[in-house]
């Protein structure tokens, strides 16, 4: 899965289009950590949760939380409103 279809699936009230894969890339590696990143990615493309902990050097209460922060952060309406395509304004 694409990350973009898995953000859209992990936002909750997402309320408009957002931006395209690359647009988006750019906005996770500016807001996110490396880890939550990885953890994002890993997830987006179906990897299994043992093989990134032991990629990532973290055990399970450690995901556990740099999951819930990514969630957080994800959800947030900051991150909202970077993530959203913004409409064209009119002449």
């Known amino acids: 899965m694409e990350i973009k279809n898995k953000l859209i699936e992990l936002i ?3 309320n ?3 931006k395209d894969s690359y647009e988006l890339e750019l906005i996770l590696k500016q807001k996110l950590t490396k880890k939550e990143l990885k953890i994002l990615r890993a997830i987006s493309f179906g990897e299994e949760l043992e093989d990134l902990k032991v990629k990532l050097n973290i ?12 969630l ?3 959800n947030s309406e ?3 409103q970077e993530i959203y395509k913004k409409p064209l304004k009119e002449l």
């Open 12 to 14: 909750k009230n997402l």
């Open 78 to 80: 900051n991150f909202k």
């Open 16 to 18: 408009y289009e957002v």
């Open 59 to 70: 055990d399970d209460n450690r995901l556990e939380e740099i999951n819930s922060k990514l």
């Open 72 to 74: 957080k952060k994800i």
